[in-house]
């Protein structure tokens, strides 16, 4: 039996995400709180509405501890809304942790770091395991879309919705902000793929670190000159070498950065401390 909207109640607002607005609901039926994004599809050509769908329904298939889970959806056909039925992610979100850090001036913990990096990169790992030839890449890896559930676990959420959003055609969402983690074949107009996730990843955790993106600018040509160059600012001397080493080898102009599967490697030669599952 489908879901619809009266099965839900709405709890609170809480956040207007990049591709729409994030409601806490609770389900009437058995209490279970979850939430939905709320994304109007009204501008969106009947080509994206296409690429929509069988984005959700790609996401669907994507069962991972560390990826936010997604349950169904609604289709409000009156109002041209799509509801994107999710897990709720009780821990919030990593960029509301670097705010918080940036105004009180203290610093996530090396084993924090740790945590983070190696749960987001399996998760990574699950969607570029190619599934039936496709794989789900994220493509707007950032602080804002990496949630965290009651003990702190990642969970990587917004999954590959931007490819539609940010279709050049599409209406539907004009880009905001600045793109401070574009890789370089996007800097040099090339295809994004697998290693561009990696690249972004690296960024965000940088980020998290230093509470600042390693590449910043006035405007984005000067932004794409420092890509360009890939020269950043070493993490801040509280975190280890090899914490550092192993970001920087993520954000890599000269060679490719590593893949999911061979970061994950040389994480668990450097940090048996850290659990990854
Ligand atoms: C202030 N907002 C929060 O603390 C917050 C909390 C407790 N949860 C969220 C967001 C999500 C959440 O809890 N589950 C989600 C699944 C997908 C997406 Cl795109 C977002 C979420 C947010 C933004």
Not at 9 to 22: L, R
Not at 93 to 117: C, M, Q
Not at 135 to 140: E, Q, S, T, W, Y
Not at 194 to 214: Q, T, V
């Amino acid at each position: 039996m489908p879901s619809t909207l009266d099965d839900f109640e709405v709890m609170a607002t809480i956040g207007t995400g990049s591709y729409g607005t994030c409601k806490k609901i609770r389900r009437k039926k058995d209490g279970k709180v979850m939430v939905w994004k709320e994304m109007e599809y009204g501008s969106m050509t009947e080509s994206e509405k296409q690429m929509l769908v069988s984005e959700v329904n790609l996401l669907r298939e994507l069962r991972h501890q560390h990826i936010v889970r997604y349950y169904d959806r609604i289709i409000d056909r009156t109002q041209a809304i799509i509801y994107i039925i999710m897990e709720y992610c009780q821990g919030g979100d990593l960029a509301s942790i670097i705010s918080r850090n940036r105004k009180e001036g203290t610093h996530v913990s090396e084993d924090f770091a740790w945590k983070i990096l190696i749960q987001a990169t399996l998760a990574l790992k699950e969607c570029h395991r190619r599934k039936n030839g496709k794989a789900v890449l994220h493509r707007d890896l950032k602080p804002a879309n990496v949630f965290l559930d009651a003990e702190a676990n990642v969970k990587l959420g917004d999954f590959g919705l931007a490819r539609v959003l940010h279709h050049e055609h599409s209406l539907a969402q004009t880009y905001v902000g600045t793109p401070y983690y574009m890789s370089p074949e996007l800097v040099n107009n090339q295809s994004y793929n697998e290693k561009s996730d990696i690249w972004s990843l690296g960024c965000m955790l940088y980020e998290l670190c230093a509470l600042a993106p390693p590449f910043t600018a006035t405007n984005e040509g000067e932004l794409k000159r420092k890509i360009r160059i890939g020269q950043f600012p070493r993490l801040p001397t509280q975190y280890s070498l090899e914490l550092d080493m192993i970001i920087r080898r993520m954000i890599q102009v000269e060679c490719l950065p590593p893949r999911a599967l061979e970061l994950l490697e040389k994480c668990s030669c450097e940090n048996s401390y850290v659990t990854t599952e």
